[in-house]
């Protein structure tokens, strides 16, 4: 992965599993889906003139403002998947995420106080997790989804196993 | 029913609560009788209010104002009187399953009638203890003791109400345990000099440090951010009126000018009679005008801090402090706002005296400079790193003041131009840290540094660095949380195997006197090698 601007030097960074991709391309194409029937619902019942009261620049004007996001939305995803990134170093956590708005995480294993793995049924189907790291600040906001179920595992013994070693209270 | 399914439940705690006579086992207690009354005191006067209006309203529809006669009379006495009954009931249920213990090391409270609930927290683990005294609890010579674990929601263990020297006996005991202090040859004095002298306001071993007079307060919340939303307010009901041509309704007006005086009063109550004062125990800061609280937080609890001026106060160069102090938590009510005030307003003196008691050993030589150009300083005097020039059209004003000063034991972060604002969290204190950078900032590689503290009203922020020193900063930075956190004050600060002792014993208020010995406490090998702590070796490309 190329090294960003705010990323800290000589990190090796590691990238989420594919797979994370095509879970975000199958439920932004929910999304989509959704988003699309429900607000191109009015257009069509004044095409067929059912409501031609409705007025059409709103009839038009919505399905195409929702397509436009979304498919700017879709578009993003490859990159954001891409963008996001974590590396275990010696004593804390690196997190990165984001294209426009990026961030970079640091979070010193000591001040873990739990991790959590979670898995929904999406991802359940995919294989994948979603890990996220609780510090004492609400802050941190440390989630990282799209591991690999065995690979957040070996992740959570390790960082707990990391945190245990380090705890620093609060 | 409600009765019925306590009974049935009241008999194990009955027993339980009746056979003291393991005489190992600290005793149960039972707050004060008259708490529910206390603390239900709202609903029982909402009670008779609409009870009360129900009945004269009820009255007075029929002609004239016969007053009810025989039977319905009797009903509605009848009623009234199961009403409070049941009421009564109810208040005895509570206050007979509420008991709580004291341990050497926890504290554990048993509430409930139909849901019981029972509950333990260590006393090593205490953020802070507040005494807190309603209006009406201080009538009663009542007091309310909260104690404080870091999980930011609600306090841990709430005994309201207690006698106000029970509670003082209570604070002190569980300071007493919970600082790990080896039974001191003057511990056996000290407690009940705590208890006897409770009613009183200083307590042995404690020492003033700083109280606001009225004049102050009222001037202070005069000054406030309030004053100048208030004249906004005015000038746009003035807009208003010149321009619709008609005076603005007097009506509109009412809830406007009630919420301009609740903020006021909110502001002047609270920090009414301010006082700081600082013992072993920690700091002790009381204020109140009708409700009073006392609260206390020991050494090495508080997470961080922002010393922050409201734009008119610079006409008399106040400052207010706030703190963020785990057991607190975030809430946006005028409440906790009053608890995580550290001071209301002071002068840049008085700012630097309780920086003192928080930040005992600030990490620089000169803390006055440094601390004073983080107040109101510019630019890289005192050693701050600013914004490079190219962030001037984000922050016109304001960059030559966003900036970052590291010292050896905690991070500056300065910003605000009209709203000037510095602040601090200690390298030991910091939970997490995280760059961020918009579209915008990438292009003029520019970054901002979050550091994440415990919830509370600071969050500190170094805004519009260059992104190259951002990034040095972050690394350092991490590596300063891990290295400062190994050489920490532990968790129970007076246990004497552990660490070197907090100073509040000798007390040195002076800023200067302060740091000295405390600057060589904090620069073993480990730091040297561990960072580069000082900024010189940041790069500076940007001038």
């Avoid at chain 1, 010193?108 to 991802?123: F, H, N, W």
């Avoid at chain 1, 189907?125 to 979603?130: H, N, V």
């Avoid at chain 2, 049935?8 to 009788?33: A, I, M, N, S, Y």
């Avoid at chain 2, 802070?128 to 010579?141: K, M, T």
Wanted: aromatic share 8%; with cysteine.
């Amino acid at each position: 992965m190329p090294s960003e601007a705010i990323d800290p030097t000589a990190v090796q960074w590691q990238r989420v599993s594919p797979k994370y991709l095509r879970l975000r391309q199958l439920s932004w194409g929910i999304e989509t889906v959704i988003t699309l029937l429900v607000t191109g619902l009015p257009l069509v019942l004044r095409l067929t003139g059912i409501w031609p009261g409705y007025p059409a620049w709103l009839a038009w004007g919505l399905p195409v403002f929702f397509a436009v996001t979304l498919l700017w939305r879709g578009l993003l995803l490859p990159r954001q998947v891409r963008a996001i990134g974590y590396a275990e170093r010696h004593e804390d956590l690196l997190l990165r995420r984001g294209i426009f708005f990026q961030r970079t995480l640091v979070v010193p294993y000591g001040r873990m106080q739990y991790v959590d793995v979670a898995v929904g049924p999406l991802e359940r189907a995919f294989g994948l997790c979603t890990l996220k790291l609780h510090t004492a600040a609400p802050g941190t906001n440390a989630g990282l989804a799209g591991l690999p179920a065995e690979e957040g595992a070996r992740l959570r013994e390790h960082l707990s196993a990391r945190g245990e070693a380090q705890l620093a209270g609060l | 029913m409600t009765a019925g399914a306590a009974r049935e439940q009241g008999e194990e705690p009955g027993t339980g609560g009746l056979d003291p006579v393991e005489q190992k086992e600290p005793e149960w207690k039972r707050v004060h009788p008259v708490s529910p009354l206390v603390r239900g005191w709202l609903a029982l006067a909402a009670l008779a209010y609409v009870a009360g209006r129900n009945q004269a309203e009820s009255w007075f529809a029929g002609d004239g104002m016969d007053l009810p006669t025989g039977s319905a009379l009797f009903w509605s006495v009848l009623a009234l009187g199961i009403a409070l009954l049941v009421v009564a009931g109810a208040f005895f249920l509570s206050w007979w399953f509420t008991r709580y213990q004291l341990s050497s090391d926890s504290i554990r409270v048993h509430s409930g009638v139909v849901v019981r609930r029972q509950r333990q927290a260590r006393l090593d683990r205490v953020q802070a203890i507040d005494i807190v005294q309603p209006l009406l609890a201080r009538i009663f010579g009542l007091a309310e003791l909260r104690f404080e674990v870091a999980d930011a929601g609600e306090s841990a263990v709430h005994l309201a109400f207690l006698r106000l020297p029970e509670a003082h006996r209570l604070r002190a005991r569980i300071l007493e345990d919970a600082s790990g202090a080896e039974a001191a040859p003057d511990d056996a004095a000290r407690s009940p000099g705590h208890s006897g002298d409770s009613g009183g306001d200083a307590v042995p071993g404690e020492r003033e440090v700083l109280a606001l007079s009225a004049g102050r307060v009222i001037a202070s919340v005069l000054l406030s951010g309030t004053t100048l939303l208030l004249l906004l307010a005015v000038a746009g009901v003035a807009v208003l009126t010149a321009v619709t041509g008609e005076a603005a309704s007097i009506a509109a007006m009412v809830p406007i000018i009630f919420g301009f005086g609740s903020a006021y009063w909110g502001l002047f109550s609270s920090g009414f009679n301010f006082r700081a004062s600082v013992s072993r125990e920690g700091i002790r800061i009381r204020s109140g005008l009708l409700d009073t609280r006392a609260q206390t937080v020991p050494p090495g609890r508080i997470q961080a801090l922002a010393i922050r001026q409201s734009p008119l106060w610079r006409i008399t160069g106040w400052y207010s402090i706030s703190v963020n102090v785990a057991g607190y938590g975030a809430g946006s009510s005028s409440e906790s706002s009053a608890r995580t005030r550290l001071l209301p307003a002071g002068t840049p003196e008085e700012v630097l005296r309780m920086l003192a008691l928080v930040l005992p050993d600030p990490g620089t030589s000169d803390p006055v400079t440094t601390f004073t150009a983080g107040m109101s300083g510019t630019g890289t005097d005192a050693g701050f790193t600013v914004s490079p020039r190219r962030a001037l059209w984000r922050s016109p004003l304001a960059w030559r003041r966003s900036g970052f000063l590291v010292t050896d034991t905690a991070l500056l972060a300065r910003r605000g131009y009209f709203r000037r604002s510095l602040e601090v969290i200690p390298h030991s204190r910091t939970q997490s840290l995280a760059l961020e950078q918009g579209p915008l900032q990438r292009w003029q590689r520019l970054a901002d540094l979050v550091l994440h503290s415990t919830p509370g009203p600071v969050s500190p922020r170094v805004v519009e660095m260059d992104a190259d020193t951002a990034r040095a900063l972050l690394d350092e930075q991490a590596l300063r949380a891990r290295t400062a956190r190994r050489r920490d004050l532990p968790e129970q600060w007076l246990r004497p195997a552990g660490g070197p002792q907090p100073a509040p014993d000798e007390p040195a208020p002076a800023v200067p006197s302060h740091t000295v010995p405390s600057h060589t406490v904090s620069e073993p090998a480990e730091s040297a090698s561990a960072a580069p702590v000082s900024q010189e070796e940041l790069p500076h490309d940007h001038r």
